[in-house]
Protein backbone atom coordinates (compact mmCIF):
# COMPACT_ATOMS: atom_id res chain seq x y z
CA UNK A 1 0.00 0.00 0.00
CA UNK A 2 1.47 3.17 -0.73
CA UNK A 3 0.33 6.88 -0.02
CA UNK A 4 -1.77 8.82 -2.97
CA UNK A 5 0.75 10.76 -5.67
CA UNK A 6 0.53 14.11 -6.55
CA UNK A 7 -1.13 14.15 -10.93
CA UNK A 8 1.91 13.35 -13.10
CA UNK A 9 3.49 15.91 -15.04
CA UNK A 10 3.33 19.12 -12.10
CA UNK A 11 7.16 19.02 -11.26
CA UNK A 12 7.37 22.69 -12.78
CA UNK A 13 6.14 25.12 -15.01
CA UNK A 14 8.06 25.53 -17.87
CA UNK A 15 8.38 29.14 -18.35
CA UNK A 16 10.25 32.45 -19.66
CA UNK A 17 11.15 30.39 -23.06
CA UNK A 18 11.37 31.70 -26.75
CA UNK A 19 9.28 29.97 -28.86
CA UNK A 20 10.81 28.04 -32.21
CA UNK A 21 11.57 30.56 -34.61
CA UNK A 22 9.93 29.33 -37.66
CA UNK A 23 7.12 30.09 -40.03
CA UNK A 24 8.08 33.74 -40.87
CA UNK A 25 9.28 34.86 -44.10
CA UNK A 26 13.24 35.03 -44.30
CA UNK A 27 13.38 37.75 -47.24
CA UNK A 28 10.47 39.66 -46.21
CA UNK A 29 11.82 40.10 -42.27
CA UNK A 30 15.35 40.92 -43.86
CA UNK A 31 15.57 44.54 -44.38
CA UNK A 32 18.95 44.83 -45.59
CA UNK A 33 18.02 42.31 -48.01
CA UNK A 34 15.13 43.97 -49.25
CA UNK A 35 16.53 47.11 -50.05
CA UNK A 36 19.99 45.33 -51.50
CA UNK A 37 17.64 43.58 -54.14
CA UNK A 38 16.13 46.80 -55.32
CA UNK A 39 19.46 48.70 -55.02
CA UNK A 40 21.45 46.52 -57.06
CA UNK A 41 19.18 45.85 -59.52
CA UNK A 42 16.71 43.02 -59.55
CA UNK A 43 13.70 44.73 -58.26
CA UNK A 44 11.88 42.53 -60.76
CA UNK A 45 12.58 38.93 -58.61
CA UNK A 46 10.49 40.79 -55.80
CA UNK A 47 7.94 38.29 -56.06
CA UNK A 48 10.10 35.39 -56.50
CA UNK A 49 12.57 35.82 -54.07
CA UNK A 50 9.40 36.63 -51.17
CA UNK A 51 7.77 33.22 -52.08
CA UNK A 52 11.43 31.51 -51.94
CA UNK A 53 11.84 33.47 -48.26
CA UNK A 54 8.02 32.18 -47.10
CA UNK A 55 9.20 28.35 -47.97
CA UNK A 56 12.04 28.61 -46.64
CA UNK A 57 11.04 29.63 -42.83
CA UNK A 58 9.30 26.22 -42.63
CA UNK A 59 9.63 22.94 -43.78
CA UNK A 60 13.39 23.32 -45.26
CA UNK A 61 14.55 24.03 -41.91
CA UNK A 62 13.19 20.31 -40.55
CA UNK A 63 14.93 18.69 -43.76
CA UNK A 64 18.05 21.02 -42.66
CA UNK A 65 18.13 18.83 -39.39
CA UNK A 66 17.36 15.16 -40.93
CA UNK A 67 19.63 15.30 -43.94
CA UNK A 68 22.53 16.18 -41.17
CA UNK A 69 21.65 14.08 -38.36
CA UNK A 70 21.55 11.47 -41.18
CA UNK A 71 24.42 11.90 -43.04
CA UNK A 72 24.94 10.58 -46.65
CA UNK A 73 26.47 7.11 -46.95
CA UNK A 74 29.10 5.51 -49.43
CA UNK A 75 27.82 2.21 -51.05
CA UNK A 76 31.34 1.19 -52.49
CA UNK A 77 29.82 -1.73 -54.28
CA UNK A 78 26.34 -3.98 -54.75
CA UNK A 79 25.56 -7.01 -53.19
CA UNK A 80 26.63 -8.63 -56.23
CA UNK A 81 30.21 -7.09 -55.50
CA UNK A 82 30.31 -5.22 -58.55
CA UNK A 83 31.86 -2.03 -57.96
CA UNK A 84 29.06 1.04 -58.14
CA UNK A 85 30.56 4.04 -56.09
CA UNK A 86 27.47 5.36 -55.07
CA UNK A 87 26.17 7.71 -51.93
CA UNK A 88 23.26 7.42 -50.73
CA UNK A 89 21.35 10.52 -49.08
CA UNK A 90 18.06 10.95 -47.01
CA UNK A 91 15.19 11.61 -48.31
CA UNK A 92 15.45 15.25 -46.66
CA UNK A 93 18.80 15.75 -49.19
CA UNK A 94 16.63 15.51 -51.92
CA UNK A 95 14.07 17.45 -50.71
CA UNK A 96 16.04 20.53 -50.26
CA UNK A 97 18.01 19.62 -53.72
CA UNK A 98 14.77 19.46 -55.54
CA UNK A 99 13.48 23.04 -54.20
CA UNK A 100 16.89 24.59 -54.92
CA UNK A 101 17.08 23.31 -58.40
CA UNK A 102 13.20 24.57 -59.01
CA UNK A 103 13.80 27.66 -58.16
CA UNK A 104 17.20 28.15 -60.10
CA UNK A 105 19.66 28.86 -57.38
CA UNK A 106 22.04 26.55 -59.69
CA UNK A 107 21.19 28.36 -63.02
CA UNK A 108 18.88 31.80 -63.18
CA UNK A 109 21.81 33.99 -64.49
CA UNK A 110 22.55 31.51 -67.45
CA UNK A 111 18.75 30.51 -68.13
CA UNK A 112 17.32 34.24 -67.81
CA UNK A 113 20.30 36.22 -68.04
CA UNK A 114 19.22 39.88 -67.72
CA UNK A 115 20.58 42.81 -65.57
CA UNK A 116 20.14 41.47 -61.66
CA UNK A 117 20.11 38.20 -62.42
CA UNK A 118 22.92 37.24 -60.59
CA UNK A 119 21.82 39.61 -57.61
CA UNK A 120 18.08 38.00 -57.76
CA UNK A 121 19.82 34.29 -57.56
CA UNK A 122 22.31 35.80 -54.89
CA UNK A 123 19.42 36.88 -52.42
CA UNK A 124 17.50 32.76 -53.36
CA UNK A 125 20.87 31.27 -52.61
CA UNK A 126 21.39 33.31 -49.31
CA UNK A 127 17.83 32.65 -48.00
CA UNK A 128 17.82 28.84 -48.45
CA UNK A 129 21.15 28.42 -47.09
CA UNK A 130 19.77 29.80 -44.05
CA UNK A 131 17.50 26.59 -43.50
CA UNK A 132 20.71 24.08 -44.56
CA UNK A 133 24.00 24.86 -46.16
CA UNK A 134 25.63 21.61 -46.89
CA UNK A 135 22.98 21.50 -50.23
CA UNK A 136 24.22 24.49 -51.49
CA UNK A 137 27.48 23.13 -52.58
CA UNK A 138 26.72 20.69 -55.60
CA UNK A 139 23.79 23.64 -56.49
CA UNK A 140 27.06 26.45 -56.34
CA UNK A 141 29.16 24.20 -58.09
CA UNK A 142 26.53 23.53 -60.50
CA UNK A 143 25.82 27.26 -61.52
CA UNK A 144 29.71 27.93 -61.17
CA UNK A 145 30.43 25.75 -63.81
CA UNK A 146 28.74 27.18 -66.47
CA UNK A 147 31.31 30.17 -67.44
CA UNK A 148 33.98 27.25 -67.45
CA UNK A 149 32.07 25.29 -69.45
CA UNK A 150 31.44 27.68 -72.49
CA UNK A 151 35.16 28.04 -73.20
CA UNK A 152 34.58 24.81 -74.98
CA UNK A 153 31.11 25.62 -76.98
CA UNK A 154 31.06 21.33 -78.29
CA UNK A 155 30.98 20.58 -74.66
CA UNK A 156 28.57 23.25 -73.28
CA UNK A 157 26.44 22.46 -76.00
CA UNK A 158 26.23 18.71 -74.92
CA UNK A 159 25.99 19.69 -71.13
CA UNK A 160 24.04 23.15 -70.75
CA UNK A 161 20.95 22.10 -71.24
CA UNK A 162 20.73 19.85 -69.16
CA UNK A 163 23.14 21.55 -66.07
CA UNK A 164 20.40 24.37 -66.35
CA UNK A 165 17.01 22.23 -66.60
CA UNK A 166 14.60 22.43 -63.30
CA UNK A 167 14.37 19.26 -62.59
CA UNK A 168 16.49 17.28 -59.70
CA UNK A 169 17.09 13.80 -61.33
CA UNK A 170 19.02 12.18 -58.49
CA UNK A 171 19.20 8.77 -60.52
CA UNK A 172 22.15 7.31 -61.38
CA UNK A 173 22.07 6.90 -64.42
CA UNK A 174 23.71 8.55 -67.56
CA UNK A 175 23.39 12.05 -68.09
CA UNK A 176 21.41 11.69 -71.65
CA UNK A 177 18.37 9.33 -69.90
CA UNK A 178 18.14 12.48 -67.09
CA UNK A 179 16.01 15.46 -66.70
CA UNK A 180 18.72 16.98 -65.07
CA UNK A 181 22.08 16.92 -64.38
CA UNK A 182 24.74 18.31 -61.65
CA UNK A 183 28.32 19.23 -61.94
CA UNK A 184 30.88 19.29 -59.78
CA UNK A 185 34.76 19.86 -59.58
CA UNK A 186 37.95 18.23 -58.55
CA UNK A 187 41.48 20.32 -57.82
CA UNK A 188 42.57 19.68 -54.76
CA UNK A 189 45.32 16.59 -53.96
CA UNK A 190 46.49 14.81 -51.22
CA UNK A 191 50.53 16.63 -51.35
CA UNK A 192 48.64 20.17 -53.00
CA UNK A 193 45.28 22.44 -52.96
CA UNK A 194 46.18 25.54 -52.90
CA UNK A 195 49.14 25.29 -54.72
CA UNK A 196 47.44 23.32 -57.44
CA UNK A 197 50.78 22.93 -59.95
CA UNK A 198 51.79 20.69 -57.40
CA UNK A 199 49.13 18.40 -59.41
CA UNK A 200 50.08 14.74 -60.18
CA UNK A 201 46.78 13.49 -61.85
CA UNK A 202 47.73 13.01 -65.70
CA UNK A 203 46.12 12.96 -68.74
CA UNK A 204 46.84 10.82 -71.96
CA UNK A 205 45.38 11.65 -75.17
CA UNK A 206 42.46 8.53 -76.66
CA UNK A 207 43.17 9.75 -80.21
CA UNK A 208 43.76 13.38 -81.16
CA UNK A 209 44.84 15.94 -78.99
CA UNK A 210 43.89 19.36 -77.49
CA UNK A 211 40.46 21.29 -77.05
CA UNK A 212 37.18 19.26 -76.83
CA UNK A 213 39.23 16.19 -77.45
CA UNK A 214 38.96 12.65 -75.38
CA UNK A 215 41.72 11.61 -72.74
CA UNK A 216 42.55 9.18 -70.25
CA UNK A 217 42.83 10.40 -66.82
CA UNK A 218 44.58 8.71 -64.02
CA UNK A 219 45.27 10.25 -60.69
CA UNK A 220 43.56 10.79 -57.55
CA UNK A 221 41.62 14.13 -55.84
CA UNK A 222 41.90 14.05 -52.24
CA UNK A 223 38.75 16.19 -51.81
CA UNK A 224 35.78 15.87 -54.19
CA UNK A 225 32.20 17.07 -52.83
CA UNK A 226 29.63 15.73 -53.88
CA UNK A 227 30.47 12.42 -56.03
CA UNK A 228 26.82 11.95 -57.16
CA UNK A 229 27.10 14.78 -59.67
CA UNK A 230 26.97 13.92 -63.23
CA UNK A 231 30.31 15.52 -64.29
CA UNK A 232 33.30 17.24 -62.87
CA UNK A 233 35.32 19.93 -64.09
CA UNK A 234 39.30 18.84 -62.80
CA UNK A 235 42.56 19.82 -63.91
CA UNK A 236 45.26 16.94 -64.94
CA UNK A 237 48.92 17.37 -66.75
CA UNK A 238 49.04 17.24 -70.14
CA UNK A 239 52.96 17.50 -72.06
CA UNK A 240 52.09 21.44 -72.49
CA UNK A 241 50.86 21.68 -68.80
CA UNK A 242 47.87 21.53 -66.27
CA UNK A 243 44.77 21.66 -68.22
CA UNK A 244 40.82 21.41 -67.52
CA UNK A 245 38.58 18.42 -68.48
CA UNK A 246 35.12 17.26 -68.04
CA UNK A 247 34.63 14.15 -66.71
CA UNK A 248 31.30 12.26 -66.89
CA UNK A 249 29.73 9.70 -64.18
CA UNK A 250 29.16 7.59 -67.21
CA UNK A 251 30.78 6.66 -70.21
CA UNK A 252 29.35 7.53 -73.76
CA UNK A 253 28.40 4.02 -74.29
CA UNK A 254 26.88 3.54 -71.32
CA UNK A 255 29.08 2.12 -68.95
CA UNK A 256 30.13 3.42 -65.76
CA UNK A 257 33.43 5.43 -65.82
CA UNK A 258 36.12 4.86 -64.18
CA UNK A 259 35.55 7.16 -61.28
CA UNK A 260 36.18 5.32 -58.17
CA UNK A 261 35.01 6.69 -54.51
CA UNK A 262 37.48 5.98 -51.83
CA UNK A 263 35.76 7.11 -49.00
CA UNK A 264 33.47 9.79 -47.45
CA UNK A 265 35.09 12.31 -45.47
CA UNK A 266 34.57 12.51 -41.84
CA UNK A 267 34.15 16.09 -41.29
CA UNK A 268 33.31 18.89 -38.49
CA UNK A 269 30.20 20.11 -40.21
CA UNK A 270 28.67 20.40 -43.25
CA UNK A 271 27.25 16.86 -42.86
CA UNK A 272 24.59 16.26 -44.60
CA UNK A 273 26.82 16.59 -48.14
CA UNK A 274 29.32 13.77 -48.85
CA UNK A 275 32.82 15.00 -49.46
CA UNK A 276 34.99 12.40 -50.90
CA UNK A 277 38.05 10.57 -51.64
CA UNK A 278 38.41 9.95 -55.56
CA UNK A 279 40.45 7.86 -57.69
CA UNK A 280 40.70 7.77 -61.53
CA UNK A 281 42.10 4.61 -62.99
CA UNK A 282 42.13 5.80 -66.77
CA UNK A 283 38.93 7.41 -66.48
CA UNK A 284 37.55 9.08 -69.95
CA UNK A 285 37.31 12.90 -70.16
CA UNK A 286 36.81 15.78 -72.76
CA UNK A 287 39.55 18.55 -72.82
CA UNK A 288 37.88 22.13 -71.92
CA UNK A 289 39.47 25.27 -73.13
CA UNK A 290 42.95 24.96 -74.59
CA UNK A 291 45.62 22.92 -73.58
CA UNK A 292 48.34 24.03 -70.44
CA UNK A 293 45.81 26.50 -69.73
CA UNK A 294 43.71 24.61 -67.08
CA UNK A 295 43.90 26.80 -64.17
CA UNK A 296 43.02 30.39 -66.51
CA UNK A 297 39.72 28.03 -67.89
CA UNK A 298 38.76 26.49 -64.18
CA UNK A 299 39.55 29.85 -62.44
CA UNK A 300 35.81 31.16 -64.19
CA UNK A 301 34.69 28.24 -62.17
CA UNK A 302 36.47 29.25 -59.02
CA UNK A 303 35.67 32.93 -59.10
CA UNK A 304 32.15 31.98 -59.22
CA UNK A 305 32.46 30.05 -56.11
CA UNK A 306 33.73 32.30 -54.03
CA UNK A 307 31.01 34.37 -54.59
CA UNK A 308 28.64 32.02 -53.51
CA UNK A 309 31.31 31.33 -50.24
CA UNK A 310 30.45 35.33 -49.54
CA UNK A 311 26.42 34.17 -50.12
CA UNK A 312 26.71 31.30 -47.82
CA UNK A 313 28.78 33.25 -44.76
CA UNK A 314 26.44 35.99 -45.40
CA UNK A 315 23.73 33.84 -44.96
CA UNK A 316 25.27 31.82 -41.78
CA UNK A 317 25.55 35.28 -40.08
CA UNK A 318 22.07 35.87 -40.80
CA UNK A 319 20.59 33.21 -39.59
CA UNK A 320 22.57 33.07 -36.35
CA UNK A 321 21.59 36.86 -35.70
CA UNK A 322 18.42 36.03 -36.04
CA UNK A 323 18.42 33.49 -33.83
CA UNK A 324 20.24 35.39 -31.16
CA UNK A 325 17.71 38.49 -31.61
CA UNK A 326 14.34 36.32 -31.23
CA UNK A 327 15.82 34.43 -28.67
CA UNK A 328 16.70 37.72 -26.06
CA UNK A 329 13.34 38.92 -27.09
CA UNK A 330 11.48 36.45 -25.44
CA UNK A 331 13.80 35.59 -22.43
CA UNK A 332 14.15 37.30 -19.54
CA UNK A 333 16.87 38.12 -17.37
CA UNK A 334 17.42 39.82 -13.58
CA UNK A 335 13.74 41.47 -14.10
CA UNK A 336 14.09 42.58 -18.06
CA UNK A 337 14.09 40.82 -21.56
CA UNK A 338 17.39 40.28 -22.81
CA UNK A 339 16.70 42.12 -25.46
CA UNK A 340 16.27 45.73 -22.87
CA UNK A 341 19.53 44.72 -21.12
CA UNK A 342 22.19 47.36 -21.72
CA UNK A 343 25.36 45.06 -22.32
CA UNK A 344 23.38 42.63 -24.62
CA UNK A 345 21.93 45.38 -26.59
CA UNK A 346 25.53 46.62 -27.43
CA UNK A 347 26.53 42.95 -28.21
CA UNK A 348 23.35 41.79 -30.35
CA UNK A 349 23.51 45.77 -32.45
CA UNK A 350 27.55 44.46 -32.80
CA UNK A 351 26.70 41.95 -34.44
CA UNK A 352 23.88 43.53 -36.11
CA UNK A 353 26.53 45.58 -37.81
CA UNK A 354 28.54 42.24 -39.20
CA UNK A 355 25.69 40.73 -40.68
CA UNK A 356 24.16 43.73 -42.34
CA UNK A 357 27.45 44.89 -43.97
CA UNK A 358 27.74 40.99 -45.07
CA UNK A 359 24.75 41.31 -46.71
CA UNK A 360 25.32 44.23 -48.57
CA UNK A 361 28.60 43.64 -49.41
CA UNK A 362 27.48 40.07 -51.00
CA UNK A 363 24.84 41.95 -53.14
CA UNK A 364 26.91 44.53 -54.16
CA UNK A 365 29.50 41.69 -55.22
CA UNK A 366 26.85 40.46 -57.04
CA UNK A 367 25.65 43.18 -58.89
CA UNK A 368 29.49 43.14 -60.14
CA UNK A 369 28.87 40.17 -61.68
CA UNK A 370 25.79 41.17 -64.12
CA UNK A 371 27.68 44.27 -64.87
CA UNK A 372 31.02 42.07 -65.84
CA UNK A 373 27.88 39.97 -68.10
CA UNK A 374 26.48 43.03 -69.28
CA UNK A 375 29.33 45.38 -70.28
CA UNK A 376 32.26 43.16 -69.68
CA UNK A 377 33.77 45.12 -66.55
CA UNK A 378 35.57 42.48 -64.84
CA UNK A 379 38.24 45.17 -63.01
CA UNK A 380 36.43 45.46 -59.69
CA UNK A 381 34.31 41.91 -59.31
CA UNK A 382 38.39 40.39 -59.73
CA UNK A 383 39.40 42.39 -57.21
CA UNK A 384 36.31 42.64 -54.78
CA UNK A 385 35.49 39.01 -54.53
CA UNK A 386 38.43 38.52 -52.99
CA UNK A 387 38.38 41.40 -50.60
CA UNK A 388 35.20 40.44 -49.71
CA UNK A 389 35.27 36.30 -49.60
CA UNK A 390 38.12 37.04 -47.19
CA UNK A 391 36.76 39.10 -44.50
CA UNK A 392 32.91 37.79 -44.47
CA UNK A 393 34.25 34.41 -44.39
CA UNK A 394 36.53 35.52 -41.70
CA UNK A 395 33.70 37.09 -39.68
CA UNK A 396 31.76 34.30 -40.07
CA UNK A 397 32.78 32.06 -37.24
CA UNK A 398 33.18 34.95 -34.75
CA UNK A 399 30.00 36.09 -35.55
CA UNK A 400 28.21 32.57 -34.84
CA UNK A 401 30.13 31.63 -31.51
CA UNK A 402 28.85 35.05 -30.24
CA UNK A 403 25.28 34.82 -31.29
CA UNK A 404 25.51 31.11 -29.64
CA UNK A 405 26.40 32.75 -26.78
CA UNK A 406 23.34 35.09 -26.40
CA UNK A 407 21.08 32.16 -26.04
CA UNK A 408 23.41 31.28 -23.10
CA UNK A 409 23.16 27.03 -22.67
CA UNK A 410 20.48 26.72 -25.05
CA UNK A 411 22.77 27.46 -27.63
CA UNK A 412 25.30 24.89 -27.20
CA UNK A 413 22.58 22.33 -27.92
CA UNK A 414 22.36 20.65 -31.56
CA UNK A 415 18.31 21.25 -31.63
CA UNK A 416 18.66 24.73 -31.13
CA UNK A 417 20.45 24.74 -34.63
CA UNK A 418 23.39 26.78 -33.98
CA UNK A 419 26.11 24.47 -33.36
CA UNK A 420 25.58 23.31 -37.00
CA UNK A 421 25.66 27.34 -37.41
CA UNK A 422 29.15 27.27 -35.98
CA UNK A 423 30.27 23.59 -37.39
CA UNK A 424 29.63 25.19 -40.96
CA UNK A 425 31.20 28.80 -40.21
CA UNK A 426 34.86 28.08 -41.04
CA UNK A 427 34.49 25.84 -44.20
CA UNK A 428 33.64 29.40 -46.68
CA UNK A 429 36.84 30.44 -45.67
CA UNK A 430 39.12 27.12 -46.58
CA UNK A 431 36.89 26.55 -49.88
CA UNK A 432 38.23 27.95 -53.18
CA UNK A 433 41.32 29.79 -51.37
CA UNK A 434 41.82 29.87 -47.91
CA UNK A 435 42.53 33.28 -46.52
CA UNK A 436 46.19 33.59 -46.70
CA UNK A 437 45.24 32.57 -50.30
CA UNK A 438 43.09 35.06 -50.71
CA UNK A 439 45.20 37.74 -49.77
CA UNK A 440 47.93 36.76 -51.79
CA UNK A 441 45.78 36.60 -54.55
CA UNK A 442 44.36 40.22 -53.99
CA UNK A 443 48.40 41.37 -54.08
CA UNK A 444 48.33 39.84 -57.35
CA UNK A 445 45.76 41.62 -58.86
CA UNK A 446 47.07 44.85 -57.31
CA UNK A 447 50.53 43.77 -59.37
CA UNK A 448 49.55 42.31 -62.61
CA UNK A 449 46.07 44.39 -63.30
CA UNK A 450 46.46 47.55 -61.79
CA UNK A 451 43.35 48.80 -62.99
CA UNK A 452 41.62 46.57 -60.71
CA UNK A 453 42.74 48.75 -58.11
CA UNK A 454 41.75 51.64 -59.52
CA UNK A 455 38.38 50.21 -59.76
CA UNK A 456 38.41 49.77 -56.51
CA UNK A 457 38.99 52.99 -55.42
CA UNK A 458 36.62 54.08 -58.30
CA UNK A 459 33.72 52.30 -56.30
CA UNK A 460 35.21 54.28 -52.55
CA UNK A 461 35.04 57.13 -53.96
CA UNK A 462 31.03 57.30 -54.65
CA UNK A 463 30.85 57.67 -51.15
CA UNK A 464 33.58 60.64 -50.51
CA UNK A 465 31.99 63.05 -48.41
CA UNK A 466 29.01 61.28 -47.40
CA UNK A 467 31.43 60.84 -43.67
CA UNK A 468 34.65 62.09 -42.92
CA UNK A 469 35.61 58.99 -40.79
CA UNK A 470 35.42 57.00 -43.90
CA UNK A 471 37.21 59.79 -45.93
CA UNK A 472 40.42 59.72 -43.45
CA UNK A 473 40.43 55.87 -43.61
CA UNK A 474 40.54 55.43 -47.37
CA UNK A 475 43.17 58.32 -47.17
CA UNK A 476 45.10 55.95 -45.29
CA UNK A 477 44.40 53.15 -47.17
CA UNK A 478 45.55 54.66 -50.56
CA UNK A 479 48.42 55.78 -48.68
CA UNK A 480 49.43 51.81 -47.26
CA UNK A 481 48.76 50.27 -50.46
CA UNK A 482 51.87 52.68 -52.26
CA UNK A 483 53.85 50.94 -49.42
CA UNK A 484 55.31 47.85 -50.90
CA UNK A 485 57.75 46.59 -47.77
CA UNK A 486 57.29 43.18 -46.82
CA UNK A 487 53.76 42.90 -48.56
CA UNK A 488 53.29 39.59 -48.02
CA UNK A 489 53.65 39.82 -44.15
CA UNK A 490 51.01 42.97 -44.35
CA UNK A 491 48.12 41.22 -46.58
CA UNK A 492 45.72 40.32 -43.92
CA UNK A 493 45.76 43.72 -42.89
CA UNK A 494 45.62 45.06 -46.20
CA UNK A 495 43.12 43.14 -47.38
CA UNK A 496 41.20 43.40 -44.15
CA UNK A 497 41.11 47.27 -44.52
CA UNK A 498 40.25 47.30 -47.82
CA UNK A 499 37.01 45.18 -47.06
CA UNK A 500 36.19 47.88 -44.04
CA UNK A 501 36.26 50.64 -46.32
CA UNK A 502 34.03 49.14 -49.50
CA UNK A 503 31.87 47.92 -46.50
CA UNK A 504 31.97 51.52 -44.73
CA UNK A 505 31.47 53.19 -48.43
CA UNK A 506 28.65 50.70 -49.43
CA UNK A 507 26.90 51.68 -45.98
CA UNK A 508 27.43 55.35 -45.95
CA UNK A 509 25.46 55.55 -49.19
CA UNK A 510 22.67 53.83 -48.74
CA UNK A 511 22.29 51.99 -44.75
CA UNK A 512 20.24 52.77 -42.54
CA UNK A 513 22.02 55.83 -40.52
CA UNK A 514 22.23 54.12 -36.79
CA UNK A 515 23.79 50.88 -38.48
CA UNK A 516 26.38 53.39 -40.57
CA UNK A 517 27.10 55.70 -37.64
CA UNK A 518 27.67 52.41 -35.52
CA UNK A 519 29.92 50.98 -38.21
CA UNK A 520 32.03 54.25 -39.08
CA UNK A 521 32.54 54.38 -35.12
CA UNK A 522 33.71 51.28 -34.42
CA UNK A 523 35.13 49.36 -37.91
CA UNK A 524 36.27 52.75 -39.61
CA UNK A 525 37.18 55.45 -36.51
CA UNK A 526 38.39 52.24 -34.30
CA UNK A 527 36.17 53.19 -30.55
CA UNK A 528 36.09 49.65 -30.30
CA UNK A 529 37.18 46.50 -29.01
CA UNK A 530 38.27 43.25 -29.43
CA UNK A 531 35.21 41.10 -28.98
CA UNK A 532 31.73 42.04 -30.15
CA UNK A 533 29.43 44.02 -27.59
CA UNK A 534 32.06 46.93 -27.93
CA UNK A 535 30.68 49.59 -29.74
CA UNK A 536 30.21 53.10 -28.05
CA UNK A 537 27.56 54.56 -25.85
CA UNK A 538 25.58 56.99 -27.48
CA UNK A 539 23.91 54.98 -30.32
CA UNK A 540 20.63 53.52 -30.87
CA UNK A 541 21.07 50.09 -30.03
CA UNK A 542 17.78 49.10 -29.64
CA UNK A 543 17.05 50.31 -32.73
CA UNK A 544 19.29 48.64 -35.09
CA UNK A 545 18.24 45.24 -32.97
CA UNK A 546 15.14 45.78 -33.83
CA UNK A 547 15.46 46.42 -37.46
CA UNK A 548 17.02 43.09 -37.87
CA UNK A 549 15.15 40.75 -35.36
CA UNK A 550 12.72 38.75 -37.21
CA UNK A 551 9.12 39.45 -36.23
CA UNK A 552 6.91 36.20 -35.76
CA UNK A 553 3.93 37.97 -35.16
CA UNK A 554 4.42 39.81 -38.65
CA UNK A 555 4.76 36.27 -40.63
C1 LIG B 1 34.40 20.11 -46.74
C2 LIG B 1 35.35 20.35 -47.86
C3 LIG B 1 34.95 20.10 -49.15
C4 LIG B 1 35.83 20.31 -50.21
N1 LIG B 1 35.41 20.04 -51.48
C5 LIG B 1 36.28 20.19 -52.51
C6 LIG B 1 35.89 19.87 -53.84
O1 LIG B 1 34.76 19.51 -54.10
N2 LIG B 1 36.79 19.99 -54.82
C7 LIG B 1 38.07 20.43 -54.57
O2 LIG B 1 38.84 20.53 -55.51
N3 LIG B 1 38.47 20.75 -53.32
C8 LIG B 1 37.60 20.63 -52.29
N4 LIG B 1 38.00 20.95 -51.01
C9 LIG B 1 39.39 21.28 -50.77
C10 LIG B 1 39.66 22.74 -50.49
O3 LIG B 1 39.37 23.52 -51.60
C11 LIG B 1 41.13 22.80 -50.04
O4 LIG B 1 41.19 22.18 -48.77
C12 LIG B 1 41.66 24.20 -50.00
O5 LIG B 1 41.76 24.71 -51.29
C13 LIG B 1 43.05 24.26 -49.31
O6 LIG B 1 43.92 23.32 -49.85
P1 LIG B 1 44.70 22.31 -48.89
O7 LIG B 1 43.70 21.63 -48.02
O8 LIG B 1 45.57 21.43 -49.71
O9 LIG B 1 45.59 23.21 -47.97
P2 LIG B 1 47.03 23.85 -48.31
O10 LIG B 1 47.05 24.30 -49.72
O11 LIG B 1 48.07 22.94 -47.86
O12 LIG B 1 47.00 25.14 -47.37
C14 LIG B 1 47.11 25.03 -45.94
C15 LIG B 1 47.17 26.42 -45.35
O13 LIG B 1 48.30 27.10 -45.85
C16 LIG B 1 47.94 28.38 -46.35
N5 LIG B 1 48.83 28.71 -47.47
C17 LIG B 1 48.94 28.08 -48.66
N6 LIG B 1 49.84 28.71 -49.43
C18 LIG B 1 50.35 29.75 -48.70
C19 LIG B 1 51.31 30.78 -48.93
N7 LIG B 1 51.95 30.87 -50.10
N8 LIG B 1 51.55 31.66 -47.96
C20 LIG B 1 50.90 31.61 -46.79
N9 LIG B 1 49.99 30.67 -46.51
C21 LIG B 1 49.70 29.75 -47.45
C22 LIG B 1 46.48 28.24 -46.77
O14 LIG B 1 45.81 29.52 -46.74
C23 LIG B 1 45.97 27.29 -45.71
O15 LIG B 1 45.57 28.01 -44.57
C24 LIG B 1 37.13 20.77 -49.95
C25 LIG B 1 37.53 21.04 -48.64
C26 LIG B 1 36.66 20.83 -47.60
C27 LIG B 1 37.12 21.10 -46.21
Redesign the pocket.
Known sequence: MIGELPPAHVTHEVLNQAPTLEGYNLFEQDRALVAALEREGALWAHERVTQLGAIAGGEPFRWGVQANAYPPVLRSHDRFGYRIDEVEYHPAWHQLMQLAVEHELHALPWRSPRPGAHVARAALFYILSQAEAGHG?PIS?TYSSLPALRVQPDVAAEWEPRLTSTEYDPRMLPAPQKRGALC????????????VRANTTRAAPLGASGPGAEYAITGH??????PMCDAFL?LAHTPRGLSCFLMPRWLPDGTRNRFHVQRL?D????RS?A?SEVEFDGAWARMVGEEGRGVVTIIEMVNHTRLDCVIGAAAGMRQALSQATHHAAYRSAFGKRLIEQPLMQNVLADLCLESEAATVSMMRLARAYDDAAETGERSFPRIATAVIKYWVCKRHPVVVAEALECLGGSGYVEESIMPRLYREAP?NS?????????C?DVLRAMGREPDTVEAFFDELGLAAGGDARLDAFVDALRADLQDFSAI?TRARRLVERMALALQGALLVRAGDSDVTEAFCASRLAGDHGLAFGTLPAGIDFARIVERARPQLDAA
Open positions: CMGMAMTEKQGGSDKFFCSALKKLGNNSLIWEGSGNVILE
